[in-house]
């Protein structure tokens, strides 16, 4: 009966090991999903594998192999998360623009071996000089070691880059991030809030009653706060919900466009921008509210990093014209034309 049972146990093992689907019963669904997206939490984080740590890299080392050197059967991490987190690394390093990735397959072997009874798993790689021999196989310069845990409700990837030369450690990193069931599905979503000031080119009019020239004022203030929402079905889609006063600075003797705008935007990642800068193009729709009048409000344009946690905005608002009430004052109508299409420049800092 001891026997049996091995004997199972290598057969489950071969058959994950090899690639192929896992058997019905060997990890509950739950427990798939709970990994899932806590595994992509972290690696979705601004602070896993950071651009700018991957490219301080030593320079010689350009072509490089993932290779997992955890025993994934024994952590129980289905294959599922396990193929995730290991594009989601590559994906991360081929951003960077630093190296160059390689398909090793003969990293991904897996053998699985009974001796005394026991049930043993081993890597292509056992020691050192395999290890360079399959360096030179592959072309490779170096191997970015990567396992993967969980335990009491915490994430952790460990990595480690070698020289496929001389087995040197060039660099060693713990990613790790805590959190339970209930938070990792409310953290499906990843959200942040911003901070913007900008302008907008919309001009106002007020008519004289005499033979004074008309008054005229062009371009408002916009203060904002923003919530900024990106989910894990399309990380390349994002949406925001602002609250916005705006407000002239100029002219005020005749003029006071003081007022509120809700917007909701839409904003997609443009990735043919990438090499040159990261661009995403935005539209958003607003209720404005000034004036004793309200009005719908337009904008689309497109948005470019600035800094590490800022970003500038630049693009067209239009505000359907309309009359608005203004402050009383001698030889002047009381109301005027307010709207019309105008630049949109907005500086953001989010944190």
């Known amino acids: 009966m001891r026997r049996l049972l091995i004997l199972f146990s290598i057969f489950a093992s071969s058959v994950q090991a090899s690639g192929d689907e896992e058997l019905p019963g060997l990890q509950a669904p739950e427990e798939r999903s709970s990994m899932y997206t806590g595994f992509t939490q972290l690696l979705d984080d601004d602070k896993t594998l950071v651009k700018e740590e991957l490219i301080d890299l030593p320079e010689e080392i350009s072509r490089l192999a ?132 900008g302008a907008w080119g919309v001009s106002a009019e007020r008519a004289s009653t005499t033979e004074a020239a008309d008054e005229d004022v062009r371009g408002i203030t916009v203060f904002g706060l923003r919530r900024r929402e990106t989910t894990s079905l399309d990380d390349s889609i994002e949406y925001t919900l602002a609250f916005e006063y705006f407000t002239n600075f100029s002219n005020r003797d005749y003029f006071d466009v003081s007022g509120v705008n809700l917007e909701g935007r839409i904003i997609a990642d443009i990735p043919s921008m990438d090499k040159l800068i990261d661009t995403k193009v935005y539209l958003g729709l607003g209720q404005a509210f000034y004036n004793d009048t309200n009005s719908l409000i337009f904008r689309f344009g497109f948005e470019f990093p600035f800094f590490k946690d800022g970003f500038v905005d630049y693009g067209v608002t239009y505000i359907p014209e309309s009359t608005a009430r203004w402050l009383d004052a001698e030889g002047y109508e009381n109301t005027g034309k307010f709207g019309g299409s105008s630049y949109d420049l907005t500086l953001g800092l989010r944190f």
């Open 66 to 197: 993932l290779y997992h050197n955890g025993d994934r059967l024994h952590r129980q991490i289905p294959k599922q998360v396990h193929m995730m987190i290991e594009n989601k690394i590559m994906n991360r390093i081929l951003e960077s623009g630093r190296f160059e990735v390689i398909q090793c397959l003969e990293c991904r072997k897996t053998q699985v071996a009974m001796k005394a009874d026991q049930l043993k798993i081993s890597h292509v790689a056992e020691d050192n000089q395999a290890l360079r021999s399959l360096g030179k196989k592959v072309r490779a310069d170096a191997f970015l070691f990567w396992n993967a845990s969980v335990h009491q409700n915490k994430f952790t990837i460990n990595l480690q880059l070698v020289d496929a030369k001389d087995n040197k450690l060039l660099w060693l990193k713990e990613y790790s991030k805590r959190t339970t069931l209930e938070e990792e599905v409310e953290g499906f979503d990843s959200v942040t809030y911003e901070l913007t000031v």
